[in-house]
């Protein structure tokens, strides 16, 4: 059974600081990873996205992917109370072309 | 451009009744995906279709439940008989190939 694991919180930070949230997954064979940001009562949504090892940046987010390790996580720099949602890490399995397992979800509160 | 169309939102029904719940993709998009999210078993994948296809149907819980994909615009999921358990939230996602998928807003569905 390929699963993707997170740890569910939920996770508190102040305003300002970095929020990280981590994954980790089953299979060694995948090649895509994803990160929804869940609001309560509405849709995932896509906020970032990684195909290879490192880093990939964009505005305050950080993903990082570790395939040895068979991990990947999301930071959140300077954390704004508009941050806090669920976070849903998703994989891609290689033999899965187009479906995505998804992992329970951190919630993440950012106070003032 | 318009994203996943999904109807009703909300649906409140006694159980035993039937409910068909729609969605139209992502124009263009040519695989699309019917998931369930409930607090306990988070976001579960039921079915999926590629070109109108149903690809894998692991995750429908029981016979209870289909889903149809008639053409590349269109696709229903129907439980009937509808049972008190099968209250969530349903989502619809489309994608293009390899892409990320892009969720619907989703359907309340309260089985009283």
């Known amino acids: 059974q390929k699963e993707v ?17 981590n994954c980790t997954y089953s299979d060694r064979v995948s090649q895509s990873f994803f990160w929804y940001r869940q609001y309560s009562g509405k ?3 896509l906020i970032m996205s990684i195909y290879s090892n490192g880093d990939k940046e964009d505005g305050r987010f950080t993903a990082q992917l570790n395939k040895a390790s068979q991990y990947v996580s ?5 954390s704004q109370p508009s941050d806090s949602a669920t976070y849903l890490c998703a994989v891609r399995y290689g033999t899965s ?3 995505l397992t998804f992992g329970q979800g951190t919630i993440l509160t950012v106070h003032p | 451009d318009a994203g996943v169309i999904q109807s009703p939102r909300h649906e409140v029904t006694e159980m035993g009744q039937e409910v ?7 124009s263009g998009h040519d695989y699309l995906f019917w998931y369930r999210q409930t607090m ?13 296809v149903p690809i894998d149907d692991s995750g429908m819980p029981e016979d209870r439940f289909s889903a149809k994909m008639p053409n590349a615009s269109f696709s229903t999921l129907k439980i009937q008989p509808s049972e008190p358990r ?15 998928q892009h969720f619907g807003d ?3 569905l309260s089985i009283l």
């Open chain 2, 40 to 52: 306990m078993r988070g976001l579960e994948l039921l079915i999926y279709f590629n070109n109108n």
């Open chain 2, 20 to 26: 068909t719940l729609r969605c139209k993709p992502i």
């Open chain 1, 97 to 99: 072309y187009g479906k």
């Open chain 2, 86 to 100: 099968d209250s969530a939230v349903y989502f619809c996602a489309s994608s293009l190939g390899s892409q990320p």
């Open chain 1, 74 to 78: 999301l930071l959140i720099r300077d």
């Open chain 1, 5 to 21: 694991e997170q740890n569910s919180g939920p996770l508190s930070v102040p305003e300002g600081a970095i929020a990280s949230l």
């Open chain 1, 43 to 45: 849709s995932p949504e």
């Open chain 2, 106 to 108: 989703g359907t309340r």
